[in-house]
C-alpha cells in the first residue's frame, strides 16, 4: 500500500476533503480485512472546489513525493465566460465588472501567443496565499483590499480547445460569448488569473466557468477514478488494484541499481563513492525494490529522500 492513487476529482469537492475520503476508503478496507496499520495519505497538487479532473493521492512512502508532484507542470481545460468578471474570478463569485465587448475568435486566437511562455501573473485575491501571516481569501471575504503581488510562471502552451464549434459559445453576430482553452503550465500559475488577463487583452472582461486538470506531472484521466469507484472497491477489499506504484510519480528519473549493501548504507543515509554516474537525480533500486531518490554529484551519491521499503529478503 505504497503508491498512488488517481482520482477524479469531482466539483465541490476541495483536496482537502478528497484526502479525507481516501483515508475513509482505507479505513472501511482495513476493517473489512481485519488490518492494523494505517497509511500515510497526502494530495500531490491542490484543486479549488470548482475545478475536477486530476488529483494525485499519495499513500505510504508515496507521499515523500508529494511535494515534488506540487512543483511537476499541469494540463487545464478551461472556459472563460466573457462580459462579466467576478470577484473570485469564477462562477461562485459576485459580479464586480461588465463589458459589452465579446471578441471573435481570430482575436482570441491572435492574442495567446502573449500568453505564452515566462509571463507575469497576480495571483487573485481569493487565493491561499499568505499575507501577512493570514490567506488572501480570509482577508477577501472580510472585505479589506488585498493586493496581491506579481509572480513569474511559465505558460508552455496554451490553445483553442477542440471542442464542437456548438460549444464554443458563438453569439448571433459571430462573437464569442465564451471559449474553452488548453494550458500547459508550470507550477504557481493560477488559470483563473490567467483567463482575467486574456479576457483584459481582448479589450473585455471574462471569469472562469469551467475548470477540468487533465494532467499533474506524469499522471493523467486515463488512470484516474471516481470516489464511487474507490468506495466500491474498498468495500471489496480491492484498493490495492487501483493503485499505481510509488515510481509511477518518478517514470522522468533514471534508475540506479544498487547492491544489497549499498542499499543498507543509503537507508542510514550514508554518501557512496566510486560510482560511475553523471550527475543528477537518480532512483536507486534494490531489484525492484526503490531505496532512495539520490543525486549524484562528482562521482558521489547523496540521498535526496529514503524510502521505508523492504524486500522479502531484506525480511
Do not use: C
Request: hydrophobic share 40%.
Amino acid at each position: 500500500m505504497h503508491g498512488w492513487i488517481i482520482l477524479d476529482k469531482p466539483h465541490g469537492l476541495g483536496s482537502t476533503q478528497a484526502v479525507s475520503a481516501v483515508k475513509r476508503a482505507l479505513r472501511v478496507q482495513r476493517e473489512l480485512l481485519g488490518g492494523t496499520e494505517k497509511w500515510k495519505v497526502g494530495h500531490g497538487g491542490t484543486l479549488d472546489p470548482l475545478a475536477t479532473g486530476v488529483l494525485p493521492i499519495a499513500i505510504g512512502e508515496a507521499t515523500k513525493l508529494a511535494g515534488r508532484m506540487l512543483d511537476s507542470d499541469k494540463i487545464y481545460d478551461f472556459t472563460i465566460k466573457f462580459g462579466e468578471q467576478t470577484d473570485t474570478l469564477d462562477l461562485e463569485g459576485k459580479v464586480i465588472a461588465v463589458s459589452t465587448g465579446y471578441p471573435g475568435l481570430e482575436q482570441v486566437e491572435a492574442i495567446l501567443p502573449r500568453f505564452t511562455g515566462p509571463i507575469e501573473q497576480a495571483p487573485p485575491a481569493y487565493s491561499a496565499i499568505l499575507i501577512d501571516g493570514q490567506r488572501a481569501y480570509d482577508l477577501a471575504r472580510k472585505g479589506e483590499k488585498v493586493v496581491m503581488k506579481t509572480r513569474s510562471v511559465t505558460i508552455h502552451s496554451i490553445r483553442v480547445s477542440e471542442f464542437p464549434r456548438e460549444q464554443i459559445g458563438y453569439s448571433g453576430a459571430g462573437e464569442l460569448e465564451a471559449i474553452t482553452l488548453t494550458a500547459h503550465v508550470s507550477k504557481g500559475t493560477y488559470i483563473r488569473s490567467l483567463a482575467r488577463d486574456i479576457a483584459l487583452a481582448l479589450g473585455t472582461v471574462g471569469h472562469v466557468t469551467m475548470l477540468r486538470r487533465i494532467k499533474a506531472g506524469p499522471f493523467t484521466l486515463e488512470t484516474a477514478i471516481s470516489l464511487d469507484k474507490l468506495d466500491e472497491a474498498a468495500k471489496g477489499g480491492g484498493i490495492g488494484g487501483l493503485m499505481l506504484p510509488l515510481t509511477a510519480g518518478l517514470d522522468d528519473i533514471p534508475a540506479l541499481p544498487v547492491s544489497p549493501d549499498q542499499a543498507i548504507a543509503l537507508r542510514q543515509g550514508k554518501i557512496l563513492t566510486g560510482i560511475a554516474a553523471t550527475d543528477g537525480q537518480y532512483l536507486a533500486t534494490l531489484g525492484d525494490i526503490p531505496v532512495a531518490l539520490v543525486r549524484s554529484d562528482d562521482h558521489q551519491i547523496v540521498v535526496v529522500r529514503g524510502f521505508n521499503l523492504m524486500s522479502r529478503e531484506d525480511d
